[in-house]
């Protein structure tokens, strides 16, 4: 293949690559981490002041793609919380959260069969989001495997502070 083409067909490959969507990792966090005070006076106020009841994180940074990999976190007074799967139909996993003096949240959630990862909060702006304190945490999922996942979805961290309804 003659040299000009070469770098015409490189070009094009990068041009292409370049030009897909991507989201990053978005286990990076961004933003101020908050502390366990903070944290708790935050939650407390929200819960209390929203119809729900519950203050909610959405996975995917806030998106809801309606399949079976979304989840849900509601966060309610007494330090109680909720995850729910969503797939043909929402499971919930109720149970309790612990928060430490450092702000990192930790789950028990009953009938979920594997251990929540532990979390770290962070605030940039009005933007409030949960990472895993392990960044190299992944996709967490509770009931039956094989979730639907799509490249054009954000990745399952953060979980991002959404209003609830």
């Known amino acids: 293949m003659p040299m000009k083409w070469t770098f015409s067909l490189l070009f094009l490959t990068l041009l292409v690559s370049c030009a ?9 966090p961004i933003g101020t981490r908050m502390t366990g005070l903070e944290l ?5 106020e929200r819960a209390a002041n929203a119809k729900s009841g519950f203050a909610q994180f959405v996975s995917r940074d806030g998106r809801l793609y309606n399949k079976d990999s979304d989840a849900a976190l509601h966060f309610k007074a007494d330090q109680r919380v909720e995850m729910e799967e969503f797939g043909y139909a929402p499971r919930l996993y109720p149970g309790t959260y612990t928060l ?35 960044p190299k945490m992944a996709f967490v999922m509770g009931g039956p495997r094989g979730a639907n996942h799509s490249r054009k979805m954000h990745p ?7 209003a609830a309804p």
Do not use: C, Q
């Open 20 to 28: 897909a969507p991507r989201h990053g990792n978005s286990t990076e």
């Open 40 to 44: 708790t006076s935050w939650l407390e």
């Open 100 to 134: 430490d003096p450092s702000g990192i949240i930790s789950l028990n959630l009953k009938g979920f069969p594997t251990t929540w990862p532990d979390m770290l909060v962070y605030k940039d702006g009005a933007d409030i989001r949960l990472y895993p304190v392990d």
């Open 156 to 162: 399952f961290w953060p979980f991002r502070f959404v």
